[in-house]
Structure formats: C-alpha cells, structure tokens
C-alpha cells in the first residue's frame, strides 16, 4: 500500500477526546495510562490500516514521556484508547539500524519520499534484576510521512533485522 495515495480524513471528536478538552493555539491535553499528556493535533498521525494486530486503531500523536530521564524517547499515544501507547525511538532515513539498500526498498514501497520519512522504533522495556532490559523492534518500523501525516507499519521482508534489537 502506498500511503501517498490515501487521503488523510481524521476524525478528531470521540468519547476519548471530546472538543470541551480543546485549548488554546495547537496544544491540547489529552488523558493517557501515564497521566496528562501535552499534544499538538496538527501533528496527529493517521494509519490509513491501523497497526499490525491493531487493525482498528488508526489515529496516533507523539507526545514526550513524562517525567523522562531520556528525551530521545517519544511516546506514540492513541488518541482513541486512553491506554494503548508505544514508547519510541525516533529515527531518520539514514540511521545505524537499516541499511541504506533496505530502505530504498522501503521508499518505493511505502510511496514515501526519503526527505519525508520518520521511523519510529517501537521499544519494550522490561525490569530484570538489578536492570533494565530495552529492546527496540527494528524489523517492523512505524514508517511516518511526515508531509502527509500519514503511517504504516512496514516489515522488512528479510530477516536480518531482529523485533528484540537488544539496546540495553
């Protein structure tokens, strides 16, 4: 599917985020498992087929963690369910995960520019005694055009890359 060719129609109003919770100017504080969260829904990002497994829920924000020690970290909110989040790794077209080959692939597959392109590395965070394990999924990337706002969740259809890329 190539998400250039869907048109973005986001329906912003639900139960979850009724418009009496709409403030002034772009920002808007939305309710999220990890408390209130400060969004920009001109920034909203929709998937035309929602997220493997998740086919239903298609309208997404990026939103800081709260109270994080790691502002490279993002939290992809649902602004459908108050507690469906990913915490994510931003990245660009060019970075030390995918080789460059892989994502030329990905581009015309996608339909999305790479000067348009946003990864987000979904990430899984587990305490282990006396640490903490985080794991990013390299091999199904959230794909973001960032002209368009619009995302899918790509595999990679080979299997070098791991869905438990060991970060830490």
């Known amino acids: 599917m190539q998400l250039e060719s869907v048109k973005m129609e ?8 009724p418009k009496e919770q ?7 504080t939305i309710e999220s498992r ?9 920034n ?8 493997l ?4 829920f298609r309208d997404f924000c990026l939103a800081e963690l709260p109270n994080s020690k790691t502002p490279a970290l993002k939290l992809m909110q649902s602004l459908n369910d108050k507690d469906l989040s990913f915490i994510v790794l931003p990245a660009d077209a060019e970075n030390r995960f995918i080789d460059g080959q892989d994502m ?4 015309v597959a996608t339909g999305v520019a790479k000067e348009n392109i946003l990864l987000l590395f979904i990430l899984t965070v587990q305490n282990v005694p006396g ?13 973001i055009d960032t002209a368009e706002k619009l995302a899918i969740q790509y595999v990679f259809p080979n299997n070098k890359y791991d869905i ?3 970060l830490s």
């Open 10 to 17: 986001m329906k912003m109003e639900s139960a979850f985020f």
């Open 22 to 28: 709409y403030s002034e100017g772009n920002g808007h």
């Open 34 to 42: 990890y408390g209130n969260l400060r969004v920009n829904l001109d």
């Open 44 to 51: 909203a990002i929709f998937f035309p087929k929602g997220l």
């Open 53 to 56: 497994g998740l086919p239903d």
């Open 104 to 107: 030329n692939e990905c581009y």
């Open 131 to 143: 640490n903490v394990k985080v794991t990013a999924n390299i091999r199904a990337p959230i794909i």
């Open 164 to 166: 438990r890329h060991i």
